[in-house]
């Protein structure tokens, strides 16, 4: 990846910009210790941000015997951002400070049994909708709107390339969004919102080769190589949920036979319940929700079948995160989304378990698994994070006051 100078530029400038985030009021020479840029670099950066009013100054610190430091910080007053999570059956949409932290929300169910519902111009509607509502109150300037979309997603034409479970083809979002919301809108698949969502906030920070394992409904890996999020060549990197773990397996929705997701997605945990035990009290057969619910609370509980499933589980995601862990030689696997949510810390074990036995010794010692630290919705953080990044690369024009 042939990364250019402006590239460089960007890059170092989101780095300054996450350790004033992360740190409250923190003065440029903490800020060069941080980031290992020198003083210099760090002196034209800040300065860029405190011109682009992302950055305020904030007092002075004590430097023993020296001049006192002045400090900088985020100037969270000045600005907000727009994180949209548009779902199967929901949108979310959640609005930002500058800091990212959540300072109001918005929810539409996408009205299940109104047959259009799925109308490209019937989900734009209820995007707009709802942004228009998590906006309502806020009197002061909005950076941009980000919205992911599940699916092939090319970010740079705001084209929903292909969303599989909508039948979209060729679905110009972000046209019929600017249509409704005239703000910058930056739109993006929810992958790639929880990798850089991790990046910039959660277990990623700092680390350059991050794998973010996204167990939900579907399964796919985000993947962050070099410090730098890795899309493909046609933005559809990471749909390692359809990659072969059991030749001639399970069918899968995308017309292959025992892809990862058949065995690891919520879909695919419910059949392995329905395998071990078909008349199991656990089971929810028309309820993805309430089947891991019951699972994760029988689990804690100690309830054998449970835990039986919770081990078959991990023993067919171990050796696809194998696989990961050997070929990318990441620094950290972040298990994310809701089914690795909801069963928790004894699943993590039992991966952790099952991926040792598989992964080569060298690779798996230089990996950590974890869980997400992230407490709120990665994707509407993640996509708000979209919109930053754009304002920051923009440079600024959109952000000055
Ligand atoms: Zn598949």
Redesign the pocket.
């Known amino acids: 990846m042939k990364r250019t100078a402006r590239d460089i530029r960007t890059a170092n400038r989101y780095e300054v910009l996450r350790h004033c985030i992360g740190r409250g009021a923190v003065s440029r020479q903490e800020l060069a210790a941080a980031t290992g840029l020198s003083a210099a670099t760090v002196a034209t950066l800040v300065g860029e941000l405190l011109d682009l009013g992302i950055l305020t100054t904030g007092g002075f610190q004590d430097s023993a015997g020296g001049r006192p430091r002045g400090l900088v910080e985020v100037d969270t007053g000045r600005g907000a951002l727009v994180g949209v999570d548009v779902a199967e059956t929901y949108v979310h949409a959640e609005l930002f400070d500058l800091a990212l932290r959540v300072v109001g929300r918005a929810d539409r169910e996408l009205s299940p049994g109104s047959p259009g519902r799925y109308r490209p111009e019937a989900v734009a509607d209820v995007v707009a909708d709802a942004v228009t509502e998590v906006l309502g109150p806020y009197p002061g300037r909005v950076l941009g709107v980000g919205v992911c979309m599940p699916g092939i997603v090319d970010r740079r034409d705001g084209v929903s390339v292909y969303a599989p479970n909508w039948d979209w083809r060729e679905v110009p979002l972000r046209a019929l969004l600017a249509e409704r919301v005239e703000l910058p809108l930056y739109v993006d698949n929810p992958l790639r919102a929880c990798t850089v969502a991790e990046l910039w906030f959660g277990a990623g920070r700092g680390r350059d080769d991050v794998v973010v394992v996204n167990l939900g409904t579907g399964v796919g890996a985000g993947l962050a190589l070099g410090g730098t999020l890795h899309r493909g060549v046609s933005d559809s990197a990471g749909e390692w949920?359809?990659t072969t773990l059991v030749l001639d397996g399970r069918p899968?929705?995308?017309?292959?036979r025992g892809?990862v997701?058949?065995y690891v997605g919520a879909p695919g945990i419910m059949r392995t319940l329905r395998e071990l035990d078909p008349a199991s009290p656990l089971l929810h057969p028309d309820d993805q929700t309430a089947t891991i619910d019951a699972l994760a609370r029988a689990a804690a509980a100690g309830d054998p079948r449970a835990l039986d499933v919770l081990r078959v589980t991990a023993h067919y995601l171990g050796a696809a995160v194998a696989d990961l862990v050997n070929l990318l030689n990441p620094e950290v696997v972040v298990l994310s989304s809701w089914v690795a949510g909801k069963l928790g810390d004894p699943f993590l074990a039992e991966v952790r378990r099952a991926v040792g036995r598989r992964a080569l010794a060298g690779p798996l010692a230089a990996t950590e698994i974890v869980l997400t630290p992230i407490p709120t919705d990665p994707v509407s953080l993640g996509a708000a994070t979209f919109a930053l990044e754009g304002a920051l690369a923009s440079g600024g024009s959109r952000i000055r006051t």
């Open positions: 949920g359809h899968c929705h995308c017309g292959n892809c997701e058949a």
